[in-house]
């Protein structure tokens, strides 16, 4: 395991597109933090996985969280809330980054709260008016489930279910900008 990681990070390392960070040597602080998150990321089936996938979306997500820790715990539950509600962990990522460019403290002009962009109405209909959609948790729950609901309601229809989702049912402009994301940034091949 640890050998793996290892190679992880030195291929990480190696394919940096910054010069600079060829020059040296994978943190020591980082290293440990992302086998922590590893051994805590329960959403995977396979651990060899868990790493590659972490340490791939932690390189694209740093230019908007650059704290590792935090770009760690928010890919952890991102990919726990996404597996629990059926979805790719990329297509949610891609969903976050154009709703709120991973602001967890986002809020539209209509009153949609966190990075999911949830609805606070939603909070009452589930008679849970004390969560906080800022928080990432309980944001991502609720997200993922909605999105997952408007799939499953559109027979699968990504382009259908991100419009419902949207608020902008019958409009592609809001699907063609997550989609275009997912492909753009966020996608891996199953």
């Keep these: 395991m640890a050998l793996r990681l290892s190679l992880l990070l030195l291929l990480a390392w190696l394919c940096s597109s910054s010069h600079a960070a060829l020059r040296q040597a994978p943190e020591p602080e980082l290293r440990e933090l992302l086998q922590r998150t590893v051994a805590e990321a329960d959403s995977f089936q396979d651990r060899f996985d868990a ?8 390189t694209r997500l740093r230019r908007y969280i650059p704290a590792a820790s935090e770009r760690l715990a928010l890919l952890r539950l991102v990919h726990r809330e996404a597996s629990r509600a059926g979805l790719r962990p990329d297509l949610v990522l891609a969903l976050i980054h154009a709703e709120s460019h991973f602001d967890r403290f986002a ?22 008016p004390q969560d ?13 489930t909605i999105l997952s ?18 608020g902008s049912l019958g409009q592609q402009r809001y699907p063609a900008k997550v989609i275009g994301f997912w492909h753009d940034f966020w996608y891996v091949k199953p």
């Design 51 to 58: 790493e590659v996938w972490l340490m791939d979306m932690s």
């Design 107 to 128: 809020l539209s002009a209509a009153g949609a709260q966190g990075m999911m962009q949830v609805m606070p109405f939603w909070k009452g209909e589930l008679g849970r």
């Design 132 to 144: 906080n959609l800022t928080d990432n948790a309980t944001n991502l729950r609720y997200g993922c």
């Design 149 to 166: 609901f408007y799939l499953r309601k559109e027979n699968g229809n990504l382009s259908r279910a991100l419009a419902r989702y949207n």
